[in-house]
T-cell receptor, first 114, second 113 residues
Framework: RKEVEQDPGPFNVPEGATVAFNCTYS??????FFWYRQDCRKEPKLLMS???SGNEDGRFTAQLNRASQYISLLIRDSKLSDSATYLC???????????????FGRGTSLIVHP | DGGITQSPKYLFRKEGQNVTLSCEQN?????MYWYRQDPGQGLRLIYY???????QKGDIAEGYSVSREKKESFPLTVTSAQKNPTAFYLC????????????FGPGTRLTVL
């Protein structure tokens, strides 16, 4: 399995700002894409799946660019509660075939300040 | 309520002892996974299982063992052969097809003294 890469940050932004993260992946056969949010010392929680057509959930927008092999997450009108680490996940076929294994990026840290 | 449970939340063991971490899910998911996370690092896959009585090694399986005797349960044993076992251990499950969206348990923090 190939790597998934993210800028670790931290991204330090004021409340109300718009911030965007990118995540690149190297396996062109990757099938599924996700963004997870992880708070300090907690488990990752699914933020949103990423579809080819792009998708939006409130202040969050995710995009997939298969040609350039990256996914992005845009957060508008940042809130203090958005402070967390954002993990990019890409699923591709495992070496043994027939199984699709998620690979996690190391995460991008976001700090939203007053 | 449906979900994934891991126990215990914190675990302390002496060096050289084997320890088993519990993971149970009642989501009726086929696939289950074990990850390890070290401070400032991403999640690294230890083992995964797509079906009962079958499991596959992940990227860092050395020093670990698992079993999958029931669909709901996927315990992880950290053996004395694991050179640096202190870490945050996360269990996840997913429907096998089509998108394999994973849901995580709350994790177990293992400290080896």
């Amino acid at each position: 399995r190939k790597e998934v890469e993210q800028d670790p940050g931290p991204f330090n932004v004021p409340e109300g700002a718009t911030v965007a993260f990118n995540c690149t992946y190297s396996n062109s056969a990757s099938q599924s894409f996700f963004w997870y949010r992880q708070d300090c010392r907690k488990e990752p929680k699914l933020l949103m799946s990423v579809y080819s057509s792009g998708n939006e959930d409130g202040r969050f927008t995710a995009q997939l660019n298969r040609a350039s092999q990256y996914i992005s997450l845009l957060i508008r009108d940042s809130k203090l509660s958005d402070s967390a680490t954002y993990l990019c996940v890409v699923t591709a076929e495992g070496a043994s075939g027939g199984s699709y294994i998620p690979t996690f990026g190391r995460g991008t840290s976001l700090i939203v300040h007053p | 309520d449906g979900g994934i449970t891991q126990s215990p939340k914190y675990l302390f063991r002496k060096e050289g002892q084997n320890v088993t971490l519990s993971c149970e899910q009642n989501l009726n998911h086929d696939a289950m996974y074990w990850y390890r996370q070290d401070p400032g690092q991403g999640l690294r896959l230890i083992y995964y299982s797509q079906i009962v009585n079958d499991f596959q090694k992940g990227d860092i399986a050395e020093g670990y063992s698992v079993s999958r005797e029931k669909k709901e349960s996927f315990p992880l044993t950290v053996t004395s052969a694991q050179k640096n076992p202190t870490a945050f251990y996360l269990c996840a499950s997913s429907i096998e097809i089509p998108r394999r969206t994973q849901y995580f348990g709350p994790g177990t923090r293992l400290t080896v003294l």
